[in-house]
C-alpha cells in the first residue's frame, strides 16, 4: 500500500529553478536537507501530538485507554500514536535529484493519517507553516552558499 501527501511549493519555485540551473539539474543534496527536515518535523509530531496545520491529535478512546492499561500495574502502556515504538522508529527519508520525501513502511499509518469510520484522523505526514519556512531558509541558505562559490 502507497499513501502520498504530495505539496506543491509554489512560493519556493524561485530558489529551487536557481538551485536546479546553478546544480546542472541534480538537485538532491539539497533536497536531502530538506528530507531530514521534514522527518526530523513528522518525528517532533510524535511528542507535540498535533498535526501538521497545529491542530492537536483526537485523545484516546476510553476503549483504547482500556486495552492500552497494564493489569497489574494499573498504567497506560504508550502515549498517543506510540505503543512500542515501532511507527515512530520506522520513520524514514529519502531524497533523489527532483523529490524529498518522508514516509514509512507501516501500513496502518494510512489510517492513523486519514482516520476511519471508529476513528479519528491524526495526521503524522504534511507541511506545517513551520516546515515551509524552515524549507525556504535551508534553500535560501543553499543558494547564497553555491553564489558564493566560484
Known amino acids: ?5 504530495d505539496h506543491n511549493l509554489p512560493e519556493l519555485q524561485g530558489h ?5 540551473a546553478r546544480l546542472n539539474g541534480d538537485l538532491k543534496e539539497p533536497l536531502n ?3 531530514g527536515l ?8 510524535f511528542k507535540t501530538k498535533t498535526a501538521p496545520d497545529g491542530s492537536r491529535w483526537a485523545p484516546l478512546s476510553l ?7 497494564t493489569r497489574t500495574t494499573g498504567k497506560v502502556r504508550g502515549s498517543l500514536l506510540v505503543d512500542r515504538g515501532d511507527l515512530l522508529e520506522s520513520i524514514t ?4 535529484k527532483n523529490m524529498a520525501e518522508v514516509g514509512t513502511d507501516r501500513v496502518y499509518a494510512a489510517y492513523l493519517q ?3 469510520r471508529n476513528m479519528p484522523a491524526r495526521p503524522i505526514f ?3 507553516e513551520q516546515d515551509r519556512n524552515d524549507i525556504r531558509d535551508a534553500l535560501g541558505n543553499w543558494l547564497e552558499t553555491i553564489w558564493s562559490k566560484p
Open 1 to 5: 500500500m502507497k499513501f502520498s501527501v
Open 16 to 20: 529551487i529553478n536557481a538551485l536546479y
Open 33 to 35: 536537507a530538506v528530507a
Open 38 to 45: 521534514l522527518e526530523s518535523s513528522t518525528r517532533k509530531r
Open 63 to 69: 476503549w483504547t485507554l482500556y486495552s492500552k492499561t
Open 93 to 96: 527519508s529519502h531524497a533523489t
Open 114 to 116: 486519514t482516520g476511519t
Open 126 to 128: 504534511g507541511l506545517s
